[in-house]
């Protein structure tokens, strides 16, 4: 069916945006007339609502938004789990889908032909669901934020308010909301009003407040990781002069390594650096495995463990952790 549209995926903004995208189609969206929406509180309603015309029988759009689980499935927790913890979580899983009952699939494929009907699930579709659309309808699966979809996003967005921003400058942006589109929106949208010259850079994103203690020591850590000493030392003195925690700044040092060594570990072992590191957008991966190319493991061992050494010492031993870290940042 060319108007059966199950939109799926974990990235909730990018999924609504698709919504967005089938709602532009139409010239005239009145709520309650030719658009409606479903989630759990009103679902018993949804299968009179495909066999009911609109008003002049115009085109209609319902747009169903389906209910979560009650809990989100683990696929290496089902392989371990008990006959009794199997029945529990298949009842569970029942008890979720029960509005999605054989009536209301029957309903669905015999609905009026002009309804266009978006069925929406934050995360990754339950088989069931999944079984359904694959053979009445489509799918669409929004990835989440893989860095080349989120720096055109930002782009294409930054054009629609006639502005350029370059593909690094779209990056810089896109990592220092961690992904985030609609925190990269709204950054564009206080910088409409500032960039006179139509076009967003780098300092215009830090100029405008953008540039918190978290992102300086981001900045620190990128600075560090592409082995450009200079900017890693002046993002250093930035963290100083705002009396930002060295004990802060250490941890995040460290635990930057520590992800640089762990994933030049993975690429030799080729394993999944996003799955391994526990990451949450896969473009942190991408930067991982970019950086940690700048170095040979063994020095991403001895600059790991100068780093634990120094951690040790400032709980037992008096350090001036600021001359301790700028000799770690010129190895």
Not at 2 to 28: A, M, R, W
Not at 227 to 245: C, S, T, V, Y
Not at 297 to 307: Q, W
Request: charged share 30%.
């Amino acid at each position: 069916m060319d108007n059966l549209f199950l939109i799926c995926g974990d990235d909730e903004f990018l999924v609504s945006q698709e919504v967005e995208k089938i709602k532009s189609k139409y010239d005239n969206l009145e709520k309650g007339i030719n658009f409606l929406t479903f989630d759990k509180d009103n679902m018993q309603y949804l299968g009179s609502e495909l066999t009911t015309y609109s008003f002049f029988s115009t085109p209609k759009l319902i747009v169903v938004k389906i209910p979560k689980a009650t809990k989100k499935e683990n696929d290496d927790a089902k392989e371990n789990e008990t006959e009794e913890e199997k029945e529990e979580r298949e009842a569970k899983e029942a008890k979720a889908l029960a509005w999605f009952s054989d009536e209301l699939k029957e309903q669905i494929v015999n609905r009026i032909d002009n309804i266009e009907l978006v069925f929406v699930e934050n995360g990754k579709p339950r088989a069931a669901v999944q079984k359904f659309f694959s053979e009445n309808g489509k799918i669409i699966n929004i990835e989440k934020g893989k860095l080349p979809i989120v720096i055109k996003s930002i782009i294409d967005y930054a054009n629609s308010k006639s502005l350029k921003i370059s593909k690094e400058d779209a990056n810089y942006l896109s990592q220092l909301v961690t992904g985030d589109l609609r925190s990269a929106y709204n950054t564009i949208d206080i910088l409409q009003d500032y960039v006179e010259s139509g076009i967003i850079t780098r300092k215009d994103i830090d100029t405008m407040g953008i540039k918190t203690p978290d992102v300086i020591i981001f900045n620190l850590t990128d600075n560090l990781g592409i082995r450009n000493r200079a900017e890693a030392l002046q993002n250093l003195d930035e963290l100083l002069k705002i009396n930002e925690p060295m004990q802060k700044i250490l941890i995040m040092i460290t635990r930057h390594f520590k992800n640089l060594l762990l994933t030049k570990e993975c690429i030799e072992n080729k394993c999944n650096v996003q799955k391994e590191l526990s990451l949450k957008h896969p473009f942190q991966a991408q930067n991982y495995s970019n950086q940690c190319k700048n170095f040979t493991k063994d020095e991403l061992t001895r600059i790991f463990n100068e780093l634990y050494e120094l951690d040790i010492d400032i709980k037992t031993n008096p350090v001036d952790v600021k001359i301790a870290l700028q000799r770690i940042i010129m190895l």
